[in-house]
């Protein structure tokens, strides 16, 4: 089993940048991490993802080039760096573990899910 928590979430203005943060318990090891989120009345969608060992990533053209996705396996936790964000970025942004090494981008390919938290950014 493992337990995903998220933080870092929070209301900025457009342009600024956030940091949120995935802590990450249990059975990790192996397991490729993502960032989707949620605005609402939309479906959930991908945001990044990261393999194991960090060497694949993959993030939503969307928020090329504005989001980084890293993790620190010695911590248990996985970042998304958010910059130049937009009244669009506006969302719930959920942690997801995957057991799937090659690129997993949607909802289905996550076992794990947190509880979410919440991006805001005004304009």
């Known amino acids: 089993q493992v337990q995903l928590v998220e933080s870092g979430g929070g209301l900025v203005q457009a342009g600024a940048s956030l940091r949120l943060s995935c802590a990450a318990s249990g059975r990790t090891s192996s397991l490729t991490m993502g960032w989707f989120r949620q605005a609402p009345g939309q479906e959930r969608e991908f945001v990044a993802a990261i393999s194991w060992t960090g060497a694949i990533t993959d993030s939503a053209d969307s928020v090329k080039g504005r989001f980084t996705i890293s993790r620190d396996n010695a911590k248990n936790t996985v970042y998304l760096q958010m910059n130049s964000l937009k009244p669009e970025d506006t969302a719930v942004y959920y942690c997801?573990?995957?057991?799937?090494?090659?690129?997993?981008?949607?909802?289905?390919?996550?076992?794990?899910w947190g509880q979410g938290t919440p991006v805001t950014v005004s304009s």
């Open positions: 997801a573990a995957s057991s799937i090494y090659y690129r997993p981008v949607r909802v289905r390919d996550y076992e794990y």
